[in-house]
């Protein structure tokens, strides 16, 4: 994995694919859980834990280089270069990326629910 896009792409796919009931995707729980919550920032943290946990098992998956790729992209990790600070331990990278990923989602998520709620 080269992005950060990439990562958050992964992660997205999980939940879509993801189902421990027949008839509804991680994805589509989490859409109705930011529903309940009107789509005003935020959705079922529960849910939301198997997005952070599949997340760091992605990040855990990278080595050093690609890792400190993608913590380059993210909201530290720009500040950081921007501060001529161009790295930083792991432990630090596989957080700083899993917070802007699902965010990132939350994000998508709370569109969807203001979209699903706008139609009714």
Known sequence: MESLYEIQFNVESFLKNKSSRKTSSLWERLIQSAIKFKGKGGCDAILMEEAENYTKELLAKLNDKEMNHIWQQT????????QGFLGTDR??????????????????????????????
């Open 75 to 82: 909201e530290s990790g720009i500040l950081s270069a921007e």
């Open 91 to 120: 432990y630090e990278m596989i957080y700083d990326i899993s917070l802007d990923v699902n965010q990132s989602i939350v994000d998508n998520i709370c569109q969807e629910a203001k979209s699903i709620l706008k139609k009714k």
